[in-house]
């Protein structure tokens, strides 16, 4: 399994982005979310969605802002980031695996820097 970000960038604070990530091979019944890494930081849980879409999970730090979907026909995890802060600035890798929370992680993305302008 190979996965492919796309999206990211720069936007002021209070906008929004758009995040996806196409996923190649087989992800049939596999967890697809998103991590991020802020510089300096380790790298944190974002959000993870079930391959029907019946279970979704989001950090704390993001809930009511940011919501992730699934079109798991075309094998891709979408992160639609609104109300966007100075604190989101940070890499933002996609990932499947396992786990609500992504506990287990098979495959990662290559990363796509956001940057959030205050």
């Known amino acids: 399994v190979q996965l492919q970000a796309f999206g990211g960038g720069l936007v002021q604070a209070g906008g929004s982005f758009r995040l996806s990530c196409a996923a190649s091979?087989?992800?049939?019944?596999?967890?697809m979310g998103w991590f991020r890494q802020a510089p300096g930081k380790e790298r944190e849980f974002v959000t993870a969605?079930?391959?029907?879409?019946?279970?979704?999970n989001y950090a704390d730090s993001v809930k009511g802002r940011f919501t992730v979907s699934r079109d798991s026909a075309k094998n891709t995890v979408f992160l639609l980031m609104n109300s966007l802060k100075p604190e989101d600035t940070a890499v933002y890798y996609c990932?499947?695996?396992?786990?609500?929370?992504?506990?287990?992680?098979?495959?990662w993305g290559q990363g796509t820097l956001v940057t959030v302008s205050s």
């Open positions: 990932a499947i695996g396992a786990g609500v929370r992504l506990g287990t992680v098979n495959h």
């Open positions: 969605i079930s391959w029907s879409g019946g279970s979704i």
């Open positions: 091979g087989r992800t049939f019944t596999s967890y």
